[in-house]
């Protein structure tokens, strides 16, 4: 690493609690800087800007997600020790074909397809919070409907629908620490690996039931001989969706279930003009930015903005930084749903951009309707409620006690 001495070397990691539970102190400390040098993790960039955030997810032949068979590389600093996840970490040209395949299965009309299998998931997980008077907003809310929605879209069959989430869940947990040497060897990481053991089996079997009788559904679409796609790149394809498509959404949910609880006048007037929850949706991803962060490696000497990258270096994309940057968002703390433009990037940007964007706008809304319509006044114990302690990779909660009506019994 060579830098100029207009580019700092910040005390950052993504991975630190700090970076989880003191966001707005660690924003404030890299506003000024679009991009810095951290020692943390092994070393590694950090862009943290509007602009320069486009421009590196922009150019994936300077700035690479592929993962190596040597655990190189990657969309996660440190790279995780594992799956490599398709088509997030795979680079063009092969990923611009992955991408012409599912687009299909993911553009508005497929989507609307699905809408009314939707609401009435939706409207089913409000109802029974309401039932329930005293409800945890992540176990009973946020982590229901992202997944029961990712697992219906793909075809799951229903018995397998809860325990397979499940098992994603406890994977995700484990992997950021598969390298660890002590924690390798630790019944953490057995229960975790059994754990994706066990989902791995359940996407081959789903892959080769659809094979042999394809239905309409997204994994049947994968296998359609068409495509010669193996069935290795389906299951990471399929783990990839499930991973994305239920644990980002579901932390975006808490965190803007906990907002809108907090910004009672926002939440009034939602709750009076439903035609404003679009907007509204789209500045609490804004400011909410549950998704983290993208690294990329470097593939040829480059400069940003004084700073002076080498092929092998490593950059990470910090979302946060750049949805609340002040060079492009007028009071970027604030959650103002009359913005003229919000041209935030919670779903990234460039050719690995979100594929399920639509998706999860489409249910996102609905859940604000109902929320809104049916527990208006709703309040949530901050003080009693659990946040990740590490949030490199998702900026969500573990629970969020919460009472319909203001109820505190």
């Not at 009034?268 to 929850?277: K, N, Q, T, V």
Request: proline share 8%; net charge negative.
């Amino acid at each position: 690493m060579t830098a100029s001495t207009t580019v700092p070397t910040l005390d950052f990691d993504h991975h630190s609690v700090r970076a989880s539970h003191q966001r707005d102190e660690v924003l404030a400390e890299v506003a000024p800087h679009p991009i810095f040098w951290t020692e943390a993790n092994g070393g590694h960039w950090v862009v943290a800007s509007h602009a320069l955030a486009k421009r590196v997810l922009r150019d994936p032949e300077v700035f690479s997600s592929h993962k190596t068979p040597e655990m190189t590389g990657g969309v996660t600093i440190p790279t995780i020790v594992g799956p490599v996840l398709i088509p997030a970490e795979i680079d063009p040209p092969f990923h611009r074909v992955l991408r012409r395949i599912l687009t299909p299965k993911f553009h508005n009309k497929a989507v609307e397809r699905l809408a009314p299998q939707l609401e009435q998931l939706i409207v089913e997980v409000v109802d029974a919070a309401v039932a329930k008077g005293d409800f945890d907003v992540v176990h009973d809310i946020a982590d229901v409907i992202p997944a029961g929605s990712m697992v219906t879209y793909l075809g799951f069959p229903e018995d397998e629908r809860v325990p397979f989430i499940r098992s994603v869940q406890t994977a995700l947990d484990v992997m950021p620490y598969a390298s660890d040497p002590d924690f390798a060897t630790s019944p953490k990481m057995a229960e975790g690996m059994a754990a994706l053991g066990h989902a791995i089996g359940v996407i081959q079997s789903l892959v080769a039931a659809r094979r042999a009788d394809p239905v309409d559904d997204v994994v049947s679409h994968l296998v359609n001989p068409e495509f010669s796609l193996d069935d290795d790149t389906v299951m990471w394809m399929v783990f990839t969706l499930v991973m994305g498509g239920a644990e980002n959404p579901a932390a975006t949910i808490g965190n803007s279930m906990l907002h809108l609880a907090q910004d009672t006048a926002l939440r009034a007037r939602l709750a009076a003009d439903h035609s404003l929850i679009p907007a509204a949706a789209d500045e609490l991803l804004r400011q909410t930015s549950s998704a983290v962060s993208l690294a990329r490696n470097v593939t040829t000497d480059v400069e940003l903005e004084g700073a002076r990258l080498r092929a092998g270096d490593r950059i990470l994309i910090w979302l946060p930084g750049a949805n609340r940057d002040p060079r492009v968002f007028d009071r970027p703390a604030e959650v103002d749903i009359d913005r003229p433009s919000n041209p935030h990037i919670a779903f990234g940007d460039g050719p690995h951009v979100c594929v399920g964007a639509q998706l999860f706008r489409t249910y996102f809304h609905v859940l604000l309707r109902e929320v809104l319509t049916k527990m208006p006044n709703y309040t949530v114990e901050p003080e009693n409620s659990v946040r990740f302690d590490d949030a490199a990779t998702m900026w969500g909660w573990r629970s969020m006690p919460a009472h319909v009506n203001g109820d505190s019994r």
